[in-house]
């Protein structure tokens, strides 16, 4: 059987008659329906690629010096990661790359299992099935999954789609038992720069969750949403010593490099703060408008502490919302998109321009 054979069709394919609806809007269509931002990507990570134009020579896959250097002093920095070595950083060509491609990296095979949220980005469920591995969605990762067949765990604090925040606490519970069984922990947290209210999104790595060791796991950060870099697609991991220099080694000879210049960029954008907090406070300024007209309109939002998103509800089937709203200009994501305890739920970006999202907001209050 192909690879092909064996995936479902992309989720977001399924949208665009959908968005044909709402493109026919007199005003136009209002898109929250993915988190693609839509913001100027900052002046100090355009220079550094500018800068890094000349580069005529193959980039490095281990990345540069400066780079590595710079994510392990943001992780220490900003996140309280200790005993973040630059040794231990390896950039991505996205997180959605590894996503896909980690379960055949690491050699899993039919048998072997990979747990995700059972609300959950659909990638992690498709790199597995591109490995041939089995797919588990879980409520709780210790009582649902299987220590003697389970070889990856995937964690996502600030989840997409819910926004939800698994705190210190539960995240060391996780930790504990993946460790006990040997288990491989990778935390997909490209959100979690992104929290607005309840518990402080915390890394995989902080001492509070794993100790002063990162041996069983890996933390995965994108420069996606704090730095409008997902055309550049820039991302990195850390963690793991030995896990990192594994994929170091497959890395080299799959040619999964990060281009030179987008390397400058990167090590530009994680050393300055101030474009970060600024792009915030725009989603902060969004989220305001969009929430409050959402809520108005009659929907229930749940979670929603962090991350980009709205999960939001109003006791339909997601289908019958994504056309009501249609109707209206505006698409959103069905929540069916992300697992099937999603179904009576949308997911609602707040990746739109201010303009947009007043827009949306106006036509949510008629």
Same mark, same amino acid.
């Given at each position: 059987?192909?690879?092909?054979?064996?995936?479902?069709?992309?989720?977001?394919?399924?949208?665009?008659?959908?968005?044909?609806?709402?493109?026919?809007?007199?005003?136009?269509?209002?898109?929250?329906?993915?988190?693609?931002?839509?913001?100027?990507?900052?002046?100090?990570?355009?220079?550094?690629?500018?800068?890094?134009?000349? +580069?005529?020579?193959?980039?490095?896959?281990?990345?540069?010096?400066?780079?590595?250097?710079?994510?392990?002093?943001?992780? #220490?920095?900003?996140?309280? /990661?200790?005993?973040?070595?630059?040794?231990?950083?390896?950039?991505?060509?996205?997180?959605?790359?590894?996503?896909?491609?980690?379960?055949?990296?690491?050699?899993?095979?039919?048998?072997?299992?990979?747990?995700?949220?059972?609300?959950?980005?659909?990638?992690?469920?498709?790199?597995?099935?591109?490995?041939?591995?089995?797919?588990?969605?879980?409520?709780?990762?210790?009582?649902?999954?299987?220590?003697?067949?389970?070889?990856?765990?995937?964690?996502? +604090?600030?989840?997409?789609?819910?926004? $939800?925040?698994?705190?210190?606490?539960?995240?060391?519970?996780?930790?504990?038992?993946?460790?006990?069984?040997? /288990?491989?922990?990778?935390?997909?947290?490209?959100?979690?720069?992104?929290?607005?209210?309840?518990?402080?999104?915390?890394?995989?790595?902080?001492?509070?969750?794993?100790?002063?060791?990162?041996?069983?796991?890996?933390?995965?950060?994108?420069? +996606?949403?704090?730095?409008?870099?997902?055309?550049?697609?820039?991302?990195?991991?850390?963690?793991?010593?030995?896990?990192?220099?594994?994929?170091?080694?497959?890395?080299?000879?799959?040619?999964?490099?990060?281009?030179?210049?987008?390397?400058?960029?990167?090590?530009?954008?994680?050393?300055?703060?101030?474009?970060?907090?600024?792009?915030?406070?725009?989603?902060?300024?969004?989220?305001?408008?969009? $929430?409050?007209?959402?809520?108005?309109?009659?929907?229930?939002?749940?979670? +929603?502490?962090?991350?980009?998103?709205?999960?939001?509800?109003?006791?339909?089937?997601?289908?019958?919302?994504?056309?009501?709203?249609?109707? #209206?200009?505006?698409?959103?994501?069905?929540?069916?998109?992300?697992?099937?305890?999603?179904?009576?739920?949308?997911?609602?970006?707040?990746?739109?321009?201010?303009? $947009?999202?007043?827009?949306?907001?106006?036509?949510?209050? $008629?």
């Amino acid at each position: 059987m192909s690879i092909s054979a064996r995936l479902p069709v992309f989720p977001w394919d399924r949208l665009e008659p959908y968005k044909d609806t709402a493109a026919a809007h007199p005003d136009g269509i209002v898109d929250l329906s993915v988190g693609t931002p839509v913001d100027p990507v900052p002046e100090v990570v355009r220079a550094a690629l500018s800068a890094a134009a000349d +580069s005529p020579g193959y980039p490095l896959t281990y990345g540069t010096k400066a780079l590595r250097e710079a994510a392990a002093d943001y992780l #220490r920095r900003w996140h309280g /990661v200790t005993g973040a070595a630059p040794a231990h950083v390896l950039p991505l060509i996205g997180s959605k790359e590894l996503v896909g491609w980690l379960p055949t990296l690491l050699d899993l095979r039919e048998g072997d299992q990979v747990g995700f949220p059972d609300l959950a980005y659909p990638t992690y469920e498709i790199g597995a099935r591109i490995a041939r591995a089995e797919p588990v969605a879980y409520a709780d990762p210790v009582a649902d999954l299987d220590p003697a067949r389970t070889k990856l765990l995937w964690l996502n +604090s600030p989840s997409n789609p819910t926004g $939800r925040v698994l705190p210190a606490a539960e995240l060391r519970r996780i930790v504990g038992w993946a460790r006990e069984h040997g /288990v491989l922990v990778v935390s997909d947290e490209c959100y979690i720069e992104l929290g607005w209210e309840g518990a402080e999104p915390v890394s995989v790595l902080h001492p509070d969750v794993c100790g002063d060791s990162h041996d069983g796991l890996i933390a995965v950060h994108s420069l +996606s949403k704090r730095s409008n870099f997902a055309g550049y697609r820039g991302a990195f991991l850390a963690g793991d010593p030995a896990v990192v220099a594994e994929l170091l080694g497959i890395r080299k000879h799959a040619g999964m490099i990060v281009p030179q210049p987008v390397q400058a960029a990167m090590a530009a954008a994680l050393l300055d703060r101030e474009h970060a907090v600024e792009q915030k406070e725009r989603y902060a300024r969004r989220r305001a408008v969009l $929430r409050a007209a959402v809520e108005a309109a009659g929907f229930r939002i749940e979670h +929603s502490e962090a991350s980009l998103y709205l999960w939001a509800t109003r006791g339909e089937n997601c289908w019958d919302t994504v056309a009501d709203l249609a109707k #209206r200009g505006i698409l959103v994501a069905p929540g069916e998109f992300y697992g099937p305890s999603g179904t009576p739920y949308v997911r609602i970006a707040l990746t739109a321009t201010d303009e $947009r999202v007043a827009a949306a907001a106006a036509r949510l209050s $008629r």
